[in-house]
């Protein structure tokens, strides 16, 4: 954010945009006008990235600058002409969730630019939601992605992200368990198999009656059997008999 006019300084942030111009310059660095109450001053190390040796090599008076607050003191406003991180490493903490463009693929991950010192790397399996073999099937470099940060390491000046951490999981199907069936709904279902004919439950006097009958039959069957050998030993007897006095008989002359 650009600010032009004049504010209380309770009201200018630390990054905060200004324009002005150099009106002052000494071994130690300049004096910009703001436009504010209190005067703006760059230290001759926040003239630029690079080792300044003379102040007069980076800028003179009344040349129009580009500045950023970096504090705000009782009596100055400190500013740097060097253009301050989007996010610094005091600022990074986990579970903030940042947005950023992706500068470079590797096929372990891809690395994501936050505005920070260093870009953070998001492992290939905290890219999405389900395996993947490579980032570029799913990402190119400019790519503009979201992503939350899982862990900061200063001193190793290493950034964790993960993007499908931001984004919403996929629904899991559940299978339900078979229920366990009693004994009843077993025996309802046996039924339902065996469609064939049933007979008809007897009672205990149709059961006794059926019992005489069988009986009754099987002795009327075994009398038959008897009597019909009976006969046959008789006509075999009469057989022998008639052949006998056939021999006996005399016989004419």
């Given at each position: 954010?650009?600010?032009?006019?004049?504010?209380?300084?309770?009201?200018?942030?630390?990054?905060?945009?200004?324009?002005?111009?150099?009106v002052k310059t000494s071994l130690a660095g300049v004096i910009v006008d703001i436009g504010q109450s209190l005067p703006g001053v760059i230290h001759i190390s926040q003239l630029q990235k690079e080792p300044v040796n003379r102040v007069e090599d980076v800028v003179t008076v009344g040349q129009e600058v580009t500045t950023?607050?970096?504090r705000v003191k009782k009596d100055r406003i400190e500013l740097t002409m060097i253009e301050p991180l989007g996010l610094e490493w005091r600022e990074m903490q986990p579970d903030m969730v940042v947005k950023g463009k992706v500068v470079r693929l590797e096929t372990y991950g891809a690395f994501v630019d936050i505005g920070g010192e260093r870009p953070g790397l998001v492992h290939v399996s905290e890219i999405a939601h389900g395996y993947i073999k490579n980032p570029s099937e799913l990402l190119k470099e400019g790519d503009e992605v979201e992503a939350k940060i899982l862990e900061v390491n200063r001193r190793k000046k290493q950034i964790r992200l993960s993007m499908k951490a931001v984004l919403p999981k996929p629904e899991e199907?559940?299978?339900?368990?078979?229920?366990?069936?009693g004994r009843k709904e077993k025996a309802a279902e046996?039924?339902?198999?065996?469609?064939g004919p049933k007979e008809p439950e007897l009672t205990a006097m149709e059961i006794a009656w059926r019992e005489a009958l069988d009986k009754a039959k099987g002795q009327n069957r075994s009398v038959n059997i008897k009597s019909k050998r009976a006969k046959n030993k008789i006509r075999e007897q009469e057989d022998i008999l008639e052949r006998t006095l056939e021999q006996r008989m005399p016989t004419g002359n």
């Open positions: 954010m650009e600010t032009t006019i004049s504010a209380p300084t309770s009201e200018i942030e630390v990054k905060q945009k200004f324009t002005g111009k150099v950023w607050v970096r199907v559940v299978e339900a368990k078979p229920r366990r069936k046996m039924a339902e198999i065996d469609d």
